[in-house]
T-cell receptor, first 116, second 114 residues
Framework: NAGVTQTPKFQVLKTGQSMTLQCAQD?????MSWYRQDPGMGLRLIHY???????DQGEVPNGYNVSRSTTEDFPLRLLSAAPSQTSVYFC???????????????FGAGSRLTVL | AQTVTQSQPEMSVQEAETVTLSCTYD???????LFWYKQPPSRQMILVIR??????QNATENRFSVNFQKAAKSFSLKISDSQLGDTAMYFC???????????FGGGTRVLVKP
């Protein structure tokens, strides 16, 4: 099993450019989510999905779009990149959308994005 | 809303010694889970230990143990017999019992010195 796969691992953008961070999982997980990691602030939830066709906003959704057309994929789109979106992005998934004691998030390896 | 606070930005410890990382949290939930994640230089997020708020017994995983003080809303991590491979960023996190959304603290960087 590959687990949670994120691409690309590194990306440099210019202000105003658009791009998509890809996230794919092969574990048949219902729940998928995107976090951003910034120094001193830990990880913050951007968007999440509890199943195909269902998405919702997290703590810091502005400037990002998501969609969930299949169970496996959950891409994160930046329509017009800004320097404030320079960060490390993590995709994470879990088996159940309901959450339980045995339900833990599996994280991807992260994508470092720099916006100039 | 939940908040998680880690008051120690950086800590260093000699190899084979013990280090304790602090974490305090605030939540209005009656039942919830607490976690410690490790992030080595590879950037991968690795679950170290978890604790269910309803369980009074402190969780342990090999050299890692927690001191869970529910009334004080404190959840510290003790690393015993520190090894060079323990050098990493450590994040404390909290979530509701029924749900997947994690709220993270700002992290503590741990350096294990030979």
């Amino acid at each position: 099993n590959a687990g949670v796969t994120q691409t690309p691992k590194f990306q440099v953008l210019k202000t105003g450019q658009s791009m998509t961070l890809q996230c794919a999982q092969d574990m048949n997980h219902e729940y998928m989510s995107w976090y951003r990691q910034d120094p001193g602030m830990g990880l913050r939830l951007i968007h999440y999905s509890v199943g195909a066709g269902i998405t919702d906003q997290g703590e810091v959704p502005n400037g990002y779009n998501v969609s969930r057309s299949t169970t496996e994929d959950f891409p994160l789109r930046l329509l017009s990149a800004a320097p404030s979106q320079t960060s490390v992005y993590f995709c994470a998934s879990s088996y159940s959308s309901l959450g339980s004691g045995a339900n833990v998030l599996t994280f991807g390896a992260g994508s470092r994005l720099t916006v100039l | 809303a939940q908040t998680v606070t880690q008051s120690q930005p950086e800590m260093s410890v000699q190899e084979a010694e013990t280090v304790t990382l602090s974490c305090t949290y605030d939540t209005s939930e009656n039942n919830y889970y607490l976690f410690w994640y490790k992030q080595p230089p590879s950037r991968q997020m690795i679950l170290v230990i978890r604790q269910e708020a309803y369980k009074q017994q402190n969780a342990t995983e090999n050299r890692f143990s927690v001191n869970f003080q529910k009334a004080a809303k404190s959840f510290s991590l003790k690393i015993s017999d520190s090894q060079l491979g323990d050098t990493a960023m450590y994040f404390c996190a909290c979530r509701k019992a029924a749900g997947n959304k994690l709220t993270f603290g700002g992290g503590t960087r741990v350096l294990v010195k030979p």
